[in-house]
């Protein structure tokens, strides 16, 4: 069953009613519904493309968290072969919101590494929502350094409200397993492309985002705050998040513009919860064009695109 967002609850009405109308004909095999079934269809499909002809940020903010928004091991399930994941930072422990391992992208052996924020209660719970402490960061520096020993392309997706800021978090170092893993995704002789396929918020998404290509959905967040976060410090005022999400320039259109993101996913009519296998098809069909781009360069090369990469944010798109 689709959850609608708050926006969409006009839609929700409509595709409600059509369903009530099937129902009620399921039951009374005399009852002809279809017609007037079919017309709210079509009032529905007209109603859809209208809400998400031009999304505001704080909407884009809402698709992009969307419950039912394919997630890091739907991912891997449908574009990855031979999946072999590896666990524990070999310092402290396995932190379950980061998932990792060998793979086959297409036949070739990668690295795939993200953030897995789990699908009901009790898979958030042990994922603790795709918020990863520092063991997590560790595990990933681990198997960046696999991959860079072994000449595997990296692959990262990213979703996750930022790190897990809990004392214990704290006390074992979270700021510093974040810089690290930052300085390992700068420092690899081999291609690192990030996909961001939800939010990607803050250190905890920089930390795997530092790459060669970033790739995002038409419909994900990436920022150096949440809005929610933002307008707490600024306005003292969470209500204002909208007005946040504005000013942090957190789509996917404006970080291009900025040069912050290099490809833009278009996702199905409705975002990609309403039709996951291909909203997955499409990140494969823009990482197998990415990795192609980055074939046969030399580990100085690859780090060089790095270096000016970044060098060169905050030139682009700052009088827009």
Known sequence: MT???????????IEGKAEELRALARDNEDMDVEKEAAALDK?????????????????????????QRPHCIDYIDALFTEFTPLAGDRNFADDHAIVGGLARFDGDPVMVIGHEKGNDTKSRIERNFGMA???????????????????????????????????????RGQSEAIARSTEKCLELGVPLISVIIGEGGSGG?????????????????YSVISPE????????????????????????VELKE??????????????????????????GNALRQTLSQMTNKSPEALRKMRREKYLALGSKGLAA
């Open 205 to 221: 998404a920089v930390a795997f985002a530092s790459a060669n290509k970033v790739v995002m959905l038409e419909h994900s967040i």
């Open 3 to 13: 959850q609608y967002l708050d926006f969409e609850k006009p839609l929700s009405e």
């Open 133 to 171: 402490r520092p063991e997590g960061y560790r595990k990933a520096i681990r198997l960046m350094e696999m991959a860079d020993k072994f000449g595997l392309p990296v692959i990262t997706l990213v979703d996750t409200p930022g790190a897990y800021p809990g004392k214990g978090a704290e006390e």
């Open 258 to 283: 900025l040069g912050v993101c290099d490809v833009i996913v278009k996702e199905p009519l409705g975002g990609a919860h309403r039709a996951p296998a291909e909203a997955i098809q499409s990140v």
């Open 229 to 252: 976060g933002c307008a707490s410090i600024l306005w003292k005022d969470a209500e204002k998040m909208r007005e946040a999400a504005e000013a942090l320039r957190l789509t996917a």
């Open 43 to 67: 009032k529905a499909a007209d109603l859809l493309v209208q809400l998400y002809k031009d999304l505001t940020p704080w909407r884009k903010c809402q698709v992009a968290r969307h419950a």
